[in-house]
């Protein structure tokens, strides 16, 4: 079972509140399809500046594997606060820790409520039925 | 989708399996990049079953290849192997493969994602031709060997002499794994010395096995490794280099187009020669010192002026930078021409350099 104290965007990106800000972060199962484990396959992981502004569903950057990219959405509305720096030189957090140190964006939240978003075990549930 | 003979061996070794010309593959086994250079350092075991391969019999075989191959079959030496193309009448290309010549017959070696569309074509071109075409591709299989250790780990399961005896683009019949007449040739997608080995499909798995146990050197390496090797050692891939608006001159593959007297008329011809008189672009080299990796379809820019498209790219661990091939305006095409890159809205410099990228016996200057 993934972590229950944070909620889910079908395209695989997590959101963890707290207060009136948000973590955001993509899920272990969508590094896995980038780099099927092998975190020296990811090559590239582009943020936003903080100050930008995101809608739920916008795409806020971009992840890149030696096979393929992939967009990165926003599960939240809001304005970005603070990215995490240490992704740029050390991808490989994102396939080793994608939960804690993994975070990529921090976001005050303009519209508090996530109910627009899934739960572990509707998550779980979505990705046994894709596999 | 189709399965190889080697699809449970794949799944044992950890092989991520995608979806390849219709059939189940495994695109790699662990880190691609490390497969990479598993090959160029040591040696890589591949399997290749999803590639067609398909046999003409009969009196006018090589004739009727002749008429719709590019290349000029019908000077093949015996025992030898020659790349050329099918194309359409206006010179696109239906699929590039390999000419084996045998001899009472010819055996081709097609892409999987082509090979329907190829028999298809075939078929339809036969006309009174006294020849027969039989489709292999489901009762046999096809592995690669490949690196600069291949010779010595090949040749330790083989009949003694048989693969140190073999040159580049020769095939040969020989024990491969205790397995008798195995046909053996010496080719291969990836610029290193390697060999390909075609086998029955019940002997697909002791001769993969076989493979994997002769030297500890030996890795499986998937389809991922082996699209990086390909495009450092500046082989053309279908759908990529060429494809239906892609013709083969300005792909560079005019060393597989024969346009002799002796050869005669063949499907394609005169759209060729034409196309090499006029030609509207070439296909170049491009290195970046930027992290994105580029890909099929982004755009080259000068200025604001398009310039051209991209056609393969890949992280290469040989080169130690990302690499592509692209396709330019005629007079942007020389090394050392300074392009920007469009990867989805933003730009990267690029520098245009000729191919390949690696080459084994040409030291890169």
Known sequence: MRPDDR????????????????????????????CSGNEGDLVYCDLPETGRTLEVGETFGEI???????????????????????????????????????WMIKVKLTQKSVDHLIDAEAYESMLAEQS | ???????DCHEALGGRMIEFGGWSMPVQYGPILEEVRQVRERVGLFDLGHMGRVRVLGPDA?????????????????????????????GSPIDDLLVYREPESVYLVINAANTDADLEWMAEHLGEADAVIEDLTASTTMLALQGPRSTEVLASVCSPGDIEALGYYKFTTTSVCGVAGTRVSRTGYTGEVGYEIYVANDDARGVWEGLLAADAAVRPIGLGARDTLRLEAGMALYGHEIDPTHNPVEA????????????GDWIG??????????????LVGLTTDGRRVPRRGYGLFQGDEPAGEVCSGAVSPTLDTNIATAYVRPELASAGTRLEMDIRGRRQAVVLCDLPFYSRTRPKS
């Open chain 2, 1 to 7: 989708m189709k399965r190889t003979p080697l699809h």
């Open chain 2, 269 to 282: 011809r005169e759209a060729l020669r034409a196309a090499g008189a006029a030609p509207t672009r070439a």
């Open chain 2, 62 to 90: 090589l004739r009727y290849i002749d008429r719709i191959a590019t290349n000029h079959c019908e000077r093949i030496p015996q025992g030898s192997i020659r790349y050329a193309l099918f194309c359409r009448p206006d």
């Open chain 1, 64 to 102: 890149e594997s030696v096979k393929a990219v992939a967009d990165l959405n926003s599960p939240v509305e809001g304005e970005v606060i603070e990215v995490n720096e240490a992704i740029e030189d050390h991808l490989e957090i994102l396939s080793s820790d994608p939960w804690e140190q993994g």
């Open chain 1, 7 to 34: 909620k889910y965007l079908e395209t695989h990106e997590w959101a963890k509140v707290s207060g009136d800000t948000a973590l955001i972060g993509l899920t272990d199962f969508a590094i896995h399809e980038l």
């Open chain 2, 252 to 263: 560079g593959l005019s060393f597989a187009i024969s346009f002799s007297a002796e050869k």
